[in-house]
């Protein structure tokens, strides 16, 4: 037995009756044929307690009827004998069926027993439609009538009552709103972690927020989500084991008429009667027609689809996931990260811009023994039933008024960011009450990055109206801009195209006195107090002496630079941050004051920019004497502009035409001219 700690008290208090011991339902669930979910059923029936003895008593039972109800290959014709024998028998199993018009009645199939045509009457089919879409898991009570076996074409076997594997109480959102109270928000993350059984403890926050983005088509309408990665992370799991809202398409056709709709018999398809729609090793799925991507690229975008002369809405999710046969990095280097998708969708940008979401599943742990909880999490029917519910309800207007986006998101990719930001809301609140905004901007920046991943593979095929993808927001009538990166891009030790955060500035220093050019960033945080504080231990003395003349010029020029704000009633804190083997910091003096004005400005300068140059006590800007070799350096570190003193002009004709068609140089007069140049493109 493991040992309760704090999510388990509090779920025991809150949730009794609606939780299972995940390592339990891994035992059952490798020595049975049927999903994690059917298992949780049944253990969430006779196990949802926290007590050893009363756990035991209900194990057995659970064993009892999985083996006695449950059909391993080989027992099909011992389980038919049992029908025969006793006139019935009852057994878990996918129930699917169709319609044989020859003798205009519905026939079902029970794969586990080899049985295609049993006998189900059109009151049961009717009010289990998905057994005509791709089926369920279900209880199933079959008999055997002996006197049909002697009818020619007879169909002995017949379903007299079958009930799904799923909660029969449907008003649960209640009770798990009222559990969540009870909960910190980091605690009920990880309490939805242990649910679908992913043990929280020394996961990173990066893949706890993977793995919770990947629950938002359980919660969210009409959600495109796309998970490209390595294998073994789980990535089928989700969709196949935890909910029956779900069905997933293993790699192979996929016909428009279950998909969608069947003309024949209009007979709805699976987007219509599932929360979500999972296709598995996506790059080998086709369309038996070769309209079939249109028709879902349609649908994903208005949830809508037409099939002769009637215009039909649903509201299932539709999920690609596949595997990528080379690392990140290098799928980057030879094309983009849709590349593993199917041909007709991997270089359509019609169809990426309807993906809402690009979960980055390198950021996935693999799944392994050590990373299975044994903790108490929420039985599955239960979990999925409340997501179910969940998705009648919108969290939008909780961003607005708080959240404003930056320029650069279109309108579908507003959209698409508040789809995100409000499934992550609903698995954080089940009720809309007393959100923390710390909560609110974490689901937006995930929303951000992972819409902005979209973008960016769009802008890699070339296409010119998605050039802008420097994806930003502001929190509150106030708030700074704040700027959000898809990492697989981003290098620490070279600059990126995104704007840094406000007081922060990319330099390069000319070196001298033996030591080379290098690259530098100095961060400044502003706040109460009065001076300039610099936290490199031991301070670089050139860096120090750059500083004061900033410093002293900030106190002098208040006007010019940061205009009523005054200078003296605030204190700065400074870090020079090396990238090269140069340490010193020297004649940093021009870039030093712009991250001084901008930290108390709140704005940031704009992204790939370097400022370089010095200024003096008396606000003159000294020359310098290798531009050249600067401008190489800052190129080479991934630099897309380059403010440097108006005196370095003359010397820059020694600059490679090569390098001067990589770089946009920009000269500055004085410091208040490089000011208003470094952040003129900010908004």
């Not at 029936?45 to 756990?55: K, L, M, T, V, W």
């Not at 897309?640 to 946009?664: F, G, H, N, W, Y």
């Not at 500055?668 to 003129?680: E, T």
Request: proline share 4%; aromatic share 8%.
């Amino acid at each position: 037995m493991i040992e309760l700690d704090d999510i388990d008290r509090k779920a025991a208090a809150s949730l009794d009756g609606y939780l299972v011991r995940k390592d339990l339902v891994r035992t059952f669930s490798r020595q049975y044929p049927v999903p994690t979910y059917v298992v949780e059923f049944l253990l969430g029936r006779y196990c949802a307690s926290i007590d050893p003895e009363e756990i035991e008593e209900g194990l057995e039972i659970v064993e009892r009827q999985l083996k006695s109800r449950t059909v391993r290959a080989g027992e099909e014709e011992l389980f038919k004998a049992r029908a025969r024998e006793e006139g019935n028998v009852k057994i878990i199993d996918i129930i699917t069926a169709r319609l044989d018009a020859k003798t205009d009645s519905y026939v079902a199939s029970l794969p586990s027993l080899r049985l295609t045509d049993v006998r189900i009457s059109p009151e049961q089919v009717q009010e289990h439609e998905r057994m005509l879409t791709g089926g369920f898991y279900a209880e199933v009570t079959l008999n055997y009538d002996a006197s049909i076996a002697q009818e020619s074409k007879g169909r002995p076997f017949g379903i007299s009552a079958l009930r799904e594997i799923q909660l029969s109480k449907r008003n649960v959102l209640g009770d798990l709103a009222q559990a969540r109270q009870t909960f910190s928000t980091s605690e009920w993350k990880d309490f939805l972690l242990r649910s679908i059984g992913i043990e929280p403890v020394d996961r990173t926050a990066r893949q706890k927020d993977a793995i919770m983005l990947r629950m938002v088509p359980f919660v969210e309408r009409n959600y495109n989500l796309v998970e490209l990665g390595p294998r073994g992370t789980g990535k089928s799991h989700l969709f196949q084991q935890v909910s029956p809202y779900s069905h997933l398409i293993s790699g192979g056709k996929a016909t428009v008429a279950k998909m969608f709709v069947n003309n024949s018999n209009g007979q709805r398809g699976l987007v219509c009667q599932y929360d979500v729609v999972c296709f598995d090793e996506v790059s080998g799925i086709s369309f038996d027609q070769k309209d079939g991507v249109n028709i879902m690229k349609g649908y994903m975008e208005s949830g809508e689809f037409s099939r002769g002369k009637e215009s039909i809405r649903a509201d299932g999710s539709i999920v690609l996931v596949g595997n990528f046969e080379v690392d990140v990095e290098h799928q980057q280097r030879i094309g983009h990260l849709f590349g593993p998708m199917p041909p007709e969708m991997k270089d359509d940008t019609a169809f990426m811009d309807r993906i809402h979401a690009f979960l980055p599943g390198w950021d996935v742990p693999k799944i392994n023994k050590a990373i299975l909880t044994s903790h108490f999490g929420l039985v599955s029917d239960f979990l999925s039933e409340c997501w179910s519910q969940l998705r009648n309800e919108n969290r939008v207007g909780l961003l607005q008024g708080k959240v404003y986006f930056g320029g650069a998101l279109s309108g579908r990719d507003a959209n698409a960011v508040n789809k995100t930001a409000s499934g992550l809301l609903k698995l954080l609140y089940p009720t809309p009450d007393d959100v923390l905004d710390e909560d609110i901007e974490w689901a937006v920046r995930i929303a951000l990055e992972a819409r902005r991943r979209v973008k960016e593979q769009q802008k890699r095929i070339g296409a010119a109206e998605f050039r802008n993808t420097h994806f930003s927001y502001t929190m509150g009538d106030d708030g700074v801009e704040k700027f959000v990166s898809t990492p697989e891009l981003q290098n620490d030790n070279s600059i990126a195209g995104d704007p840094l955060e406000p007081g922060q500035v990319w330099t390069v220093g000319p070196g001298g006195e033996g030591e080379h050019p290098g690259l530098f960033r100095i961060e400044v945080n502003e706040g109460p107090g009065s001076g300039v504080r610099i936290l490199n231990k031991p301070v670089p003395a050139a860096f120090k002496e750059s500083i004061g003349y900033a410093e002293q010029n900030l106190y002098a020029r208040a006007a010019q630079l940061v205009g009523d704000k005054d200078p003296r009633h605030h204190e700065f804190s400074v870090q020079l941050r090396a990238f090269d083997a140069a340490k010193t910091g020297s004649k940093t003096g021009v870039a030093a004051l712009v991250a001084l004005c901008t930290a108390l400005l709140k704005k940031p300068i704009r992204g790939g920019l370097v400022i370089v140059g010095e200024v003096n006590l008396g606000g003159s800007i000294e020359t310098l004497h290798n531009p050249v070799e600067m401008v190489e350096i800052a190129v080479e570190k991934g630099a897309t502009a380059i403010l440097m003193p108006v005196a370095c002009r003359r010397q820059l004709v020694e600059l490679s035409d090569d390098m001067a068609t990589k770089v946009d140089i920009q000269f500055y007069s004085d410091a208040r001219d490089a000011l208003l140049k470094a952040i003129s493109d900010i908004s």
